[in-house]
C-alpha cells in the first residue's frame, strides 16, 4: 500500500508540539505533505521545522492544490465545523481534535454532514489509549476483579493556560477539555451512562469557565465518580483511577504502575509507556497520541469509520455525556441519558 497524503489544519501549541510530531512517526505510511494556519507565518514556521512541503493560510487551497487523503483538524474549537463541511464537501476523510463541537447539537450536524457526504468521520481522542488505562481495561475484561461496581477517575491539569492562553476566556472549559478525555474512559470501561450528576465549580478569578467539576454517573450497576481540576496542584496525580468490584480492586498509580488487589493478595505491574525526541519533557500520558493515531489511520486505510475506536457515531456519545454535565450542573438537577 503507498503512503497516503496527510494534511493538518491548525498549527497551534498541541499541533505543532504533539500531534504533527507523532504522525511523522508514521512515516512509512503517511507523507505529511502540508499544513495549513490562519497565522500563515506559523504554518511556515512548523512547514520548515518539520520538513513539511507546504504551508497554507487557507483550508480550502490544501483540498484544491494538495488533493489529500485525510486531514486532520487541530484549530480551536470554532473551526471545527466549518473545516468538517469543508472535507466533506471535497470528499475527503477527516479526523477531528477533541472536544468534537462547542455544544451538543453542532456535534450532531457535523456527524450527520459526513455521514450523508459517506466519508470517514473520526475524533482523535488519546487518553483512552494510554499504557495504564489498557492494562486495567484488559484485567477488568479478564473477570479477575469480579463484577465492577465503584469507580473513582481523578483528572487534574494544572495550568494548562500557559500554552494554551485561550481558554481563560473559554466559558466552558474544564469539562469540554478534560471532561471529554474523562468521559470516553468511562465510557471505554463500563458502557453507556443511564444517569449523570454535576456540579462545576470556579476557583480562579483570572478565568472565565469552571475550572473545577465533580461529576457522578450511573452506568448500569456501576457508580463512577469523576473529578477533574485544572486548579489544583497535584502533578503526580495527574491521572489516577480506582475500580471496585466484587472479587477485588484495580488501581492507575504514579508512574504508570497498575494496582490489582484481590484475595489472593496484591500485585503491581509497571506499564511504562515509550519516550520520543519529541515527548520528552512532557508528561508521559502524551505519547499516547501515537496509538490513538494508528488505531485511526487503520480506519481510514479501510476506508470504514467502525475501525476506529473513537468514530464520531462513538464519540457522539461522549458529547451527549459532556453537555449533559453542563445541563446538570446549570438546572442543579440529575440528567437522565438514556
Not at 477533541?98 to 447539537?105: C, E, R, S, T
Not at 488505562?133 to 473477570?143: H, I, N, Q, T
Not at 480492586?249 to 493478595?265: F, P, W
Request: glycine share 6%; net charge negative; aromatic share 8%.
Amino acid at each position: 500500500m503507498s503512503n497516503l497524503k496527510l494534511a493538518v489544519l491548525g498549527a497551534g501549541w498541541w499541533s505543532t508540539s504533539f500531534q504533527i510530531p507523532a504522525w511523522l512517526e508514521f512515516k512509512n505510511q503517511v507523507d505529511l505533505v502540508a499544513v495549513c494556519d490562519r497565522d500563515l507565518t506559523k504554518a511556515q514556521a512548523i512547514a520548515e521545522s518539520l520538513h513539511i512541503p507546504h504551508a497554507y493560510a487557507e483550508a480550502e487551497a490544501v483540498f484544491e492544490r494538495e488533493k489529500p487523503d485525510f486531514v486532520d483538524i487541530v484549530a480551536s474549537i470554532l473551526a471545527h465545523e466549518p473545516l468538517v463541511n469543508l472535507a466533506a464537501r471535497y470528499q475527503v476523510p477527516v479526523i477531528c481534535q477533541k472536544p468534537m463541537g462547542p455544544d451538543y447539537a453542532t456535534c450532531q450536524r457535523m456527524v450527520q454532514t459526513c455521514s450523508q457526504a459517506g466519508i470517514p468521520f473520526l475524533v482523535h481522542e488519546n487518553t483512552r489509549w494510554q499504557a495504564g488505562f489498557r492494562a486495567m481495561k484488559r484485567l477488568l475484561d479478564s473477570g479477575v476483579i469480579g463484577e465492577p461496581f465503584r469507580a473513582k477517575i481523578v483528572l487534574n491539569d494544572y495550568d494548562n493556560f500557559t500554552n494554551q492562553p485561550y481558554m481563560k476566556v473559554e466559558r466552558r472549559l474544564t469539562i469540554a477539555d478534560t471532561g471529554s478525555h474523562t468521559l470516553d474512559v468511562i465510557r471505554f470501561f463500563f458502557g453507556e451512562a443511564q444517569e449523570i450528576y454535576c456540579r462545576t465549580q470556579r476557583i480562579r478569578s483570572d478565568i472565565a469557565g469552571e475550572d473545577v467539576a465533580t461529576i457522578m454517573l450511573r452506568c448500569g450497576d456501576v457508580t463512577v465518580l469523576n473529578e477533574l481540576s485544572n486548579s489544583t496542584h497535584m502533578y503526580d496525580a495527574h491521572t489516577q483511577m480506582v475500580i471496585e468490584g466484587t472479587s477485588g480492586t484495580l488501581e492507575l498509580l504514579t508512574e504508570h504502575r497498575v494496582r490489582l488487589t484481590t484475595a489472593e493478595g496484591t500485585r503491581i505491574e509497571r506499564h511504562v509507556p515509550p519516550v520520543y525526541a519529541w515527548s520528552q519533557g512532557a508528561h508521559p500520558w502524551l505519547t499516547s497520541i501515537v496509538p490513538c493515531h494508528a488505531n485511526l489511520l487503520q480506519a481510514i486505510q479501510g476506508g470504514n469509520a467502525s475501525l476506529a475506536e473513537t468514530n464520531s457515531a462513538d464519540n457522539l456519545k461522549t458529547m451527549r455525556l459532556v453537555y449533559a454535565a453542563y445541563d446538570s450542573a446549570e438546572r442543579n438537577e440529575l440528567i437522565e441519558c438514556s
